[in-house]
């Protein structure tokens, strides 16, 4: 954990249940889960394996744990309590140092884990698509990762801030 970043003991006192929370209103986050597993509506699926939830979260504090300016801030995979299975991310942008929270939650399910991933600005109104760059790239190399060990998804058509795109 960062010492001086106020988001990061904010984030550490603040872990999300991704299942039934409430996303902000403003458009400066990104959601990724399967359909029906979240209250909120996802921005895109989010994937699935056939890990337990504890190995899913190891490959993904692995993959996530190495992009750039991240740091794991929250491990909940191993505590009991009711957001069990939860890591929670800060990774900082290039220039101007801004913190984003990206949480990851594994959700056991009849044949296998999901994988709910939210990504949010800790400042602004707008992020200029950030967080939603972020999870998809994110999910690209966990699939990587995963080697190929993730359940296929059929794409379907999501609404993302009034477009509507192919996922």
Same mark, same amino acid.
């Given at each position: 954990? $960062? +010492? $001086?970043?106020?988001? $990061?003991?904010?984030?550490?006192?603040?872990?999300?249940?991704?299942?039934? /929370? !409430?996303?902000?209103?403003?458009?400066?986050?990104?959601?990724?889960? @399967?359909?029906?597993? &979240?209250?909120?509506?996802?921005?895109?699926?989010?994937?699935?394996?056939?890990? %337990?939830?504890?190995?899913? +979260?190891? !490959?993904?504090?692995?993959? *996530?744990?190495? #992009?750039?300016? =991240?740091?794991?801030?929250?491990?909940?995979?191993?505590? =009991?309590?009711?957001? =069990?299975?939860?890591?929670?991310?800060? #990774?900082? %942008?290039? @220039? *101007?140092?801004?913190?984003? &929270?990206?949480?990851?939650?594994?959700?056991?399910? #009849?044949?296998?884990?999901? +994988?709910?991933? /939210?990504?949010? %600005?800790?400042?602004?109104?707008?992020? +200029?698509?950030?967080?939603?760059?972020?999870?998809?790239?994110?999910?690209?190399?966990?699939?990587?990762?995963?080697?190929?060990? @993730?359940?296929?998804? #059929?794409?379907?058509?999501? &609404?993302?801030?009034?477009?509507? %795109?192919?996922?």
């Amino acid at each position: 954990m $960062c +010492l $001086c970043c106020d988001v $990061c003991l904010r984030a550490n006192k603040k872990s999300l249940d991704l299942t039934t /929370f !409430t996303p902000p209103s403003s458009p400066n986050h990104a959601l990724a889960a @399967v359909s029906g597993l &979240t209250r909120a509506t996802p921005n895109r699926d989010g994937p699935v394996s056939t890990k %337990s939830p504890t190995e899913l +979260l190891r !490959t993904v504090r692995r993959v *996530f744990g190495a #992009q750039p300016r =991240t740091h794991l801030v929250v491990n909940e995979s191993e505590q =009991t309590n009711p957001y =069990t299975n939860t890591l929670v991310f800060v #990774q900082r %942008s290039l @220039v *101007f140092r801004f913190p984003d &929270t990206i949480w990851a939650q594994a959700v056991e399910r #009849q044949g296998g884990t999901a +994988l709910i991933i /939210f990504s949010a %600005s800790a400042y602004g109104h707008g992020d +200029l698509g950030v967080n939603r760059a972020r999870v998809d790239s994110w999910i690209a190399e966990l699939e990587v990762a995963l080697n190929g060990d @993730v359940i296929a998804k #059929q794409p379907r058509a999501i &609404t993302t801030h009034g477009t509507m %795109s192919l996922v």
